[in-house]
């Protein structure tokens, strides 16, 4: 009798787990299916961002010829070892370990290097759109404009931190938006 009433729990936990698998995996799958199909008014939206945001902003960035660099101080991990030695003899690990994986990277500097940087035609082409735009772009804008406002005595041709996440961004969701659209199409 125990022996037929173990079976019978274990028989119901058995398909009482299958059926919850199931379910689970359909979940998964039904979303994971409907992020992967574009419904028309997603295809128009993307349209729209395209064709008036981020195409315009794309193409005043053709002639602007950006060249961006950034330095290492230590390359190499026997350079880096070599410094965190002493930390080591001083049994302070935390400093042997961050001094040991710590390359001295530089933040990245940008300059133009022919052409010129459009900050004013980029912010009135997202003011004219406003109403499409993402809010991560005008927050990207608004910090590139605070910067030129606060640093005016930097040359035309000198690029802040904000202006690359500004010029990164744009060109990451024009790619992005025209790999999509195009796939579609085709």
């Known amino acids: 009798m125990v022996s037929l009433l173990q079976n019978w729990i274990f028989l119901v936990g058995s398909l009482a787990s299958l059926v919850g698998f199931w379910f689970i995996a359909y979940g998964i799958g039904y979303k994971k299916g409907e992020k992967a199909i574009t419904k028309p008014q997603n295809i128009r939206t993307e349209q729209l961002l395209l064709n008036n945001i981020y195409a315009p902003l794309r193409k005043l960035l053709i002639d602007t010829h950006i060249t961006s660099c ?60 406003i109403i499409w735009c993402d809010s991560k772009l005008v ?19 000198e ?28």
């Open 70 to 129: 950034q330095s290492i101080m230590y390359p190499y991990f026997r350079i880096r070892l070599k410094r965190a030695r002493s930390y080591l003899k001083q049994r302070a690990f935390k400093k042997f370990f961050k001094t040991l994986f710590d390359k001295g990277i530089s933040r990245k500097t940008a300059g133009v290097e022919f052409g010129h940087f459009p900050l004013e035609s980029i912010e009135k082409i997202i003011k004219d759109n």
């Open 159 to 186: 690029l802040d931190s904000e202006d690359i996440k500004l010029i990164d961004y744009i060109y990451n969701e024009y790619n992005g938006l025209n790999k999509k659209l195009i796939s579609k199409h085709i």
């Open 139 to 157: 927050s990207l804008l608004q910090d590139a404009l605070r910067v030129k406002y606060e640093n005016s005595y930097k040359e035309n041709d």
